[in-house]
């Protein structure tokens, strides 16, 4: 799906809780996904990726589910710090055999920890 | 691993000059995109390089904007004249091709103001 960030959805979320963001996409071509980090005056960061052969995946703290049937992917993260306030965005592609596919960004969720 | 490197890191300038903003991807990367991210249509990509070819400038605004690959260590993004409607943040990325599954490594960009 296309980016349109005229409103940010927002979670929040007490420290020590687990934490569930949720997006959609579009493209049932897409078949790898990724979950940045974006702080305040940072560039997105790379948290966590699954390809559409996976329905699960676990980082450190991370999991992320993927739903090819109805084009859905979450990040789970559990026992949420004060660091992990951010806005979270998903990607998507389509891939290829030499990597030169476009990510398709959502629009973010902004989550805040509440200490 | 120093990760993307991008410069300036706050750019101020007058409706009319020209602006230039420049990046270091990371060594052995070798695709290179250029994205603007605003409030308003959050992430959009500009341009992608690989192997310092441009693949895709379909999302290059305008004329006045112009990117460059010398080299694969160096790119720049252009915009002359620079115009009100153009200030965000520029963030520039890159990735490792031949791989087709791994994911792009963000700068913490450029924040462009333009009065």
């Known amino acids: 799906g296309e980016s349109v960030g005229l409103h940010l959805p927002t979670l929040s979320v007490q420290e020590g809780d687990n934490s569930i963001i949720n997006c959609a996409y579009s493209?049932?071509?897409?078949?790898?996904f990724i979950w940045y980090k974006q702080e305040s005056g940072k560039g997105p960061q790379f948290i966590i990726d699954?390809?559409?052969?996976?329905d699960k995946r676990q980082g450190q703290r991370v999991t992320v589910l993927l739903n090819k049937t109805v084009k859905h992917l979450s990040l789970q993260i559990a026992a949420t710090q004060p660091g992990d306030s951010a806005v979270y965005f998903c990607?998507?592609?389509?891939?290829?055999?030499?990597?030169?596919?476009?990510?398709?960004f959502g629009t973010g969720t902004r989550l805040t920890i509440i200490p | 691993d120093a990760g993307v490197i991008q410069s300036p890191r706050h750019e101020v300038t007058e409706m009319g000059q020209e602006v230039t903003l420049r990046c270091k991807p990371i060594?052995?990367?070798?695709?290179l995109f250029w994205y603007r991210q605003t409030m308003m249509r959050g992430l959009e990509l500009l341009i992608y390089?690989?192997?310092?070819?441009?693949?895709?400038d379909s999302g290059m605004p305008e004329d006045r904007f112009s990117a460059k690959m010398p080299n694969a260590s160096f790119s720049t993004l252009k915009i002359q004249p620079s115009e009100p409607r153009d200030s965000a943040v520029y963030f520039c990325?890159?990735?490792?091709?031949?791989?087709?599954?791994?994911?792009?490594?963000f700068g913490n960009g450029t924040r462009l103001t333009v009065t």
């Open positions: 699954i390809r559409s052969n996976m």
């Open positions: 060594s052995g990367h070798n695709s």
């Open positions: 990325a890159s990735r490792r091709t031949g791989i087709q599954y791994s994911p792009l490594h």
């Open positions: 390089f690989n192997n310092n070819v441009p693949i895709d």
């Open positions: 990607a998507e592609t389509g891939g290829s055999n030499f990597g030169n596919e476009k990510l398709t």
């Open positions: 493209n049932s071509a897409s078949d790898y």
